[in-house]
């Protein structure tokens, strides 16, 4: 499944994920998976919003500059070797690179979620069905 992905690009220091945050907060999006990566001076917070639209709007009037991307999404067992065997055995068999991803548990018991940036998505999304 393709899904929308809300990507900030900030600068590295303290009090900018909290300014994210409460321009999520200030609108009511609810944020259903984060992924914060840094480097010395740059990080780049990725989320998938309830409403994606809308979160973008919120950032922009909050004066972030932010990038809307769709990302494959997909459902896997919460289990060892969960990843490996459902994700990327299949997409390393079939010649896609990963560029990315995160993971989170998903509200069904048992079960987790992934979110992926990947060389070829609309192939990547069959495989991953």
Same mark, same amino acid.
Do not use: H, W
């Given at each position: 499944?393709?899904?929308?992905?809300?990507?900030?690009?900030?600068?590295?220091?303290?009090?900018?994920?909290?300014?994210?945050?409460?321009?999520?907060?200030?609108?009511?999006?609810?944020?259903?998976?984060?992924?914060?990566? *840094?480097?010395?001076?740059?990080?780049?917070?990725?989320?998938?919003?309830?409403?994606?639209?809308?979160?973008? *709007?919120?950032?922009?009037?909050?004066?972030?500059?932010?990038?809307?991307?769709?990302?494959?999404?997909? *459902?896997?067992?919460?289990?060892?070797?969960?990843?490996?065997?459902?994700?990327?055995?299949?997409?390393?068999?079939?010649?896609?690179?990963?560029?990315?991803?995160?993971?989170?548990?998903?509200?069904?018991?048992?079960?987790?979620?992934?979110?992926?940036?990947?060389?070829?998505? *609309?192939?990547?999304?069959?495989?991953?069905?």
């Amino acid at each position: 499944m393709m899904i929308k992905q809300v990507s900030v690009f900030v600068e590295n220091k303290p009090g900018r994920l909290y300014a994210i945050l409460k321009a999520m907060d200030k609108s009511k999006i609810n944020i259903r998976a984060l992924s914060v990566s *840094e480097t010395d001076e740059f990080g780049i917070v990725r989320m998938i919003l309830d409403d994606p639209d809308a979160g973008a *709007e919120a950032l922009k009037t909050a004066g972030f500059t932010s990038r809307t991307d769709m990302m494959v999404t997909a *459902e896997i067992p919460d289990i060892p070797s969960g990843l490996l065997k459902t994700v990327v055995e299949p997409l390393s068999k079939a010649d896609i690179n990963i560029d990315y991803f995160y993971a989170f548990l998903d509200s069904t018991p048992g079960t987790a979620r992934i979110v992926l940036k990947v060389s070829n998505p *609309e192939k990547a999304e069959i495989i991953l069905v």
